[in-house]
T-cell receptor
Framework: SAVISQKPSRDICQRGTSLTIQCQVD?????MFWYRQQPGQSLTLIAT?????????ESGFVIDKFPISRPNLTFSTLTVSNMSPEDSSIYLC???????????FGEGSRLTVL | QKEVEQDPGPLSVPEGAIVSLNCTYS??????FMWYRQYSRKGPELLMY????GNKEDGRFTAQVDKSSKYISLFIRDSQPSDSATYLC?????????????FGTGTRLTIIP
């Protein structure tokens, strides 16, 4: 299994500001992803975090709004930029491990934008 | 039409009852089917997975896939209050742990003691 630590676990932010969420994994992983979970909606993939290169974004998500870094195999950050109330959501880091291929999720970062 | 449809509930049943959770899908190329359980304020955790059609049993949990009907189910026998959570189905054409998973919206389940 993999233990995923996400910070912050929750935050309340003002419109127009930016927030960076950190994800740290305790074991070797093959892939790292960032998801968004909005009330009543499906878990939606934002992007795949690539080590040492630009993230791969899904349709509807852009780097200017959700810049992602992955400086090494076990750490990644997601920034939610120029926030609006529509960005209020839970953001989840997830990984697949080397040995099982299973997808593991962090506990999520609950973001409220006023 | 969404690619994966899941009744959001909420669903409340008494302790000991059999619970049936279901998802339908439209993409006939899906081959991998998963059920995740998500407790309040926690991330989803993989509960069961199956490949192609058929049944898979793990303790009190049974996952069932009917590809001809594009319908999957999760049955929980002898339900316990600790089973209270949101259950999400997920599907993929290419595997269990990758960026190509498509999730349902989740069904919130409460087991009443």
């Amino acid at each position: 299994s993999a233990v995923i630590s996400q910070k912050p676990s929750r935050d309340i932010c003002q419109r127009g500001t930016s927030l960076t969420i950190q994800c740290q994994v305790d074991s070797q992983v093959t892939m790292m992803f960032w998801y968004r979970q909005q009330p009543g909606q499906s878990l939606t993939l934002i992007a795949t975090a690539n080590q040492g290169s630009e993230a791969t974004y899904e349709s509807g998500f852009v780097i200017d709004k959700f810049p992602i870094s992955r400086p090494n195999l076990t750490f990644s950050t997601l920034t939610v930029s120029n926030m609006s109330p529509e960005d209020s959501s839970i953001y989840l880091c997830s990984v697949t491990t080397v040995n099982t291929g299973e997808l593991f999720f962090g506990e999520g970062s609950r973001l409220t934008v006023l | 039409q969404k690619e994966v449809e899941q009744d959001p509930g909420p669903l409340s049943v008494p302790e000991g009852a059999i619970v049936s959770l279901n998802c339908t899908y439209s993409n006939s190329a899906f081959q991998y089917f998963m059920w995740y359980r998500q407790y309040s304020r926690k991330g989803p955790e993989l509960l069961m997975y199956t490949y192609s059609s058929g049944n898979k049993e793990d303790g009190r949990f049974t996952a069932q896939v009917d590809k001809s009907s594009k319908y999957i189910s999760l049955f929980i026998r002898d339900s316990q209050p600790s089973d209270s959570a949101t259950y999400l189905c997920a599907m993929s054409e290419v595997g269990f742990g990758n960026e190509k998973l498509t999730f349902g919206t989740g069904t919130r389940l409460t087991i009443i003691p």
